[in-house]
């Protein structure tokens, strides 16, 4: 816990330490922010009626599993799940990625359209951005953003306040990338919590408790990397709207929107391993290092290792996390939480998976920046040199966001 105290601080200075405006930190909403952040973590992993309300999700996460086979099995026959016409050499063999887990997407992608449509989620978003402009004092259309960044992708949540994107300050502006680098979007949160289940019984509760805890840490660390020095803020009187016209063409569009999102994980998955074992295979031709190949994830874990041992997690396991907090920052989370669920037995003590579940909950990585700056540069063009300006300091603050969430699990643990 010592280990974790300690660590909790040191990232809150790494933030200071890179801000562009020291003199003008806001002290006091940085210790709201804090305070908020352990208060929210304390309250969804001490207090049974949310913890257990966070962890009964699993079953909401076997259903869509479940119906998910049944239009995967129809479709695809035994790949998608259906009855195998062989018998098996090996259990599990016949498990497959694109045709079993990542169908997911296009199931989630039109249930949310559906729930955003018939006004739910966004009484939810509603409520975060009440307590987020209550306690940490922000503006009603970065309140509203950051809430819904716990829900919706990093581009979709700025679309919802796009017409007062382009009037935010220079710190509305980074918290609001910070907050979409820190958080997932509740697409992926069933198809992330179905890979770790395995390895961590509730992890669908876990993860949506990682991203909504890492709400309040976003702001907090971009506004010591960023200080805000107006005070007029955005949009105080945002309202949130479905485009679509019923209860159907919502379904449609999601399902749209999540081909488009299928097809890009996808491609992404099989470029970035590509690119990882090229890499290695380049990385082959230097000398062994204490006895073993140099590869790309040795070399991130050495970058990290600092980082996640400020967590909490012990120094004979630092290794094994700093390379899953390297492969989630360079790559993707998704990668990340793919050898997570895979390692070997010992390599992470219970404690140690829990903290990385949280630090990994996020969309910091290079390619996510890609998407965020195109995005966010289509709904405010004015503001493009700006965006891309503080592209690589978002992807810096939603890191630290998210291991200030791993280190105060680790705290409360």
Not at 31 to 60: E, R, Y
Not at 218 to 230: F, K
Request: net charge neutral; proline share 5%.
């Amino acid at each position: 816990m010592i280990q974790s105290i300690f660590g909790l601080f040191g990232l809150m200075v790494i933030a200071w330490a890179v801000s562009e405006n020291k003199r003008h930190i806001r002290f006091k909403s940085v210790a709201i922010g804090l305070l908020l952040q352990i208060a929210v973590a304390t309250m969804m992993l001490k207090i049974p009626a949310f913890s257990n309300a966070m962890m009964s999700l699993n079953h909401a996460v076997e259903a869509l599993q479940q119906a998910t086979e049944a239009g995967t099995s129809f479709l695809f026959g035994y790949l998608g799940g259906g009855p195998l016409p062989f018998s098996e050499i090996s259990p599990g063999a016949s498990w497959t990625l694109a045709f079993r887990a990542l169908p997911l997407i296009l199931v989630v992608s039109s249930l949310s359209a559906l729930l955003f449509y018939w006004r739910i989620i966004p009484i939810i978003v509603k409520a975060f951005c009440f307590i987020l402009q209550k306690t940490m004092n922000i503006g009603g259309a970065l309140g509203l953003g950051v809430a819904a960044n716990i829900f919706v992708g990093m581009v979709e949540a700025p679309i919802i306040i796009g017409p007062y994107v382009k009037s935010m300050s220079r710190s509305e502006l980074m918290t609001l990338m910070v907050s979409g680098m820190a958080t997932i979007s509740g697409t992926v949160l069933v198809l992330y919590a179905s890979i770790l289940n395995p390895v961590l019984p509730g992890a669908i509760g876990h993860i949506l408790t990682a991203s909504i805890i890492s709400a309040p840490a976003a702001i907090l660390i971009a506004q010591l990397m960023v200080p805000e020095t107006t005070d007029t803020l955005a949009g105080n009187g945002v309202n949130i709207t479905s485009s679509a016209s019923s209860s159907m063409d919502a379904i449609t569009k999601g399902a749209s929107d999540g081909v488009k999102l299928l097809i890009t994980v996808v491609a992404l998955l099989l470029v970035l391993i590509a690119l990882v074992s090229l890499a290695n295979q380049i990385l082959n031709f230097f000398p062994n290092i204490y006895g073993e190949p140099l590869t790309l994830q040795r070399i991130l874990s050495f970058i990290m290792w600092p980082i996640v041992w400020l967590m909490g997690i012990p120094a004979s396991e630092a290794s094994t996390a700093a390379g899953l907090m390297g492969t989630k920052t360079v790559l993707n989370e998704f990668l990340a939480y793919l050898q997570l669920a895979n390692l070997s037995p010992g390599l992470l003590s219970p404690r140690s998976t829990i903290i990385m579940t949280y630090a990994m909950c996020g969309f910091a990585n290079l390619g996510s920046l890609g998407i965020l700056i195109g995005g966010l540069t289509a709904i405010a063009p004015s503001r493009k040199e700006e965006i891309v300006e503080m592209g690589m300091k978002s992807i810096i603050g939603g890191t630290l966001a998210t291991c200030m969430t791993g280190t105060i699990v680790g705290i409360l643990y």
